[in-house]
């Protein structure tokens, strides 16, 4: 990636967030660390982690600012439809289109566009 213009990679390893409120019984309230180091703007969001047990609600929870205004969202794991329906939520008036078909055997994932 450090050949690769315009993209910044950031470490962020797992950590306790307090805020995180609503993700669910038995969800964690952990995730990425140095939130704060991220830039303000973006033009792609791909969404692939943390790990399930974790859950998703944290990137948007803690991020949205950030990223409502990005053109495309790439978001995996929309087999889930929990994460489906939070993606949807959080996508708003965006078109919300699922990729990939859970009965050949892929995962599913969703590209989101205003």
């Known amino acids: 990636l ?13 950590k306790e967030h307090p805020e995180l409120k609503d993700v669910g019984p038995g969800k964690a309230t952990l995730w990425y660390d140095a939130l704060g180091d991220l830039p303000k703007e973006f033009e ?14 944290g990137v948007f929870q803690l991020t949205m600012d950030r990223i409502k205004q990005a053109k495309k969202w790439i978001v995996d794991d929309v087999d889930d439809a929990g994460v489906l329906a939070m993606v ?3 996508a708003g008036e965006r078109k919300v289109e699922v990729i990939g ?14």
Do not use: F, N
């Open 88 to 90: 949807k939520r959080y």
């Open 2 to 14: 450090r050949k690769v213009k315009g993209v910044m990679l950031h470490y962020a390893p797992l």
């Open 44 to 57: 792609l969001v791909i969404i692939d982690g943390p790990p399930r047990r974790y859950g998703r609600e």
């Open 101 to 114: 078909s859970p009965v050949q055997g892929r995962r599913q994932y969703a590209i989101v566009t205003p």
